[in-house]
């Protein structure tokens, strides 16, 4: 049974690129939340998707969003990226009904240069 | 606010026993979670409290004190393998909503 997946694993982009993150949940979850965590920090809360709708959202600007696809795998998108924007960018899953139980990809490493 | 306290390092030997505080002052409670995570690697759940107590599971215990706002990871007869950062995060609402603190790096030393 395959644990959330996520790709890339690295990505180099530069100052005001766009780019595309995807995440596969956990078997039998249909919830995906993304976090963003920079070096030396707590993963920060993006925003959460459940029945492809954006559910909850933190404090990050409308230069991020994303999308949940029928088979319940998520993208995340950010446009015009920012020095700042470099950190490592995890998804998580859970099944909405269970949602303690919360389980980390590996991540994405987006370095912008 | 949002605002979660953790110390930032702490080291120990192997063998012994330690204890990872968190204070938090939150908008929202609806859980307590402490994950680890080793670097470059995801972070793994290992506990979650949401009533007062004590959570027993194995080597690892979390405690838990809504009144006062904190909890704290306790780890048993300490292995090499658990030096890593420990991360105690709370759940702000419903959902998966979760504010994390900064973590807490261990070093376990021989």
């Known amino acids: 049974d395959a644990g959330v997946t996520q790709s890339p694993t690295h990505l180099i982009k530069t100052r005001g690129q766009q780019v595309t993150l995807r995440c596969s949940p956990k078997s039998g979850h249909d919830t995906v939340s993304w976090y963003q965590q920079a070096l030396g920090q707590g993963p920060q809360f993006i925003f959460q998707y459940y029945e492809e709708e954006e559910r909850q959202r933190g404090n990050f600007p409308d230069r991020f969003s994303g999308h949940q696809f029928p088979n319940y795998s998520s993208e995340l998108n950010v446009n015009a990226l920012l020095l700042g924007d470099s950190a490592l960018y995890l998804c998580?899953?859970?099944?909405?009904?269970?949602?303690?139980?919360?389980?980390f990809g590996s991540g994405t490493q987006l370095s912008v240069l | 606010g949002q605002n979660i306290d953790q110390p930032t390092e702490m080291t120990a030997t192997e063998g012994a026993i330690v204890q990872i505080n968190c204070t938090y002052q939150?908008?929202?409670?609806?859980?307590l979670f402490w994950y680890q995570q080793h670097a470059g690697e995801a972070p793994t759940f290992l506990s979650y409290?949401?009533?007062?107590g004590l959570e027993e599971k194995g080597r690892f215990s979390s405690f838990l004190s809504r009144s006062k706002g904190y909890s704290y990871l306790l780890l048993k007869e300490l292995q090499m393998k658990d030096s890593a950062s420990y991360l105690c995060?709370?759940?702000?609402?419903?959902?998966?909503?979760?504010?994390f603190g900064t973590g807490t790096r261990l070093l376990v030393s021989p």
């Open positions: 409290n949401v009533l007062d």
């Open positions: 939150t908008s929202g409670f609806n859980g």
């Open positions: 995060a709370v759940r702000d609402g419903g959902f998966q909503k979760l504010v």
């Open positions: 998580a899953s859970s099944r909405i009904r269970d949602d303690e139980k919360l389980f």
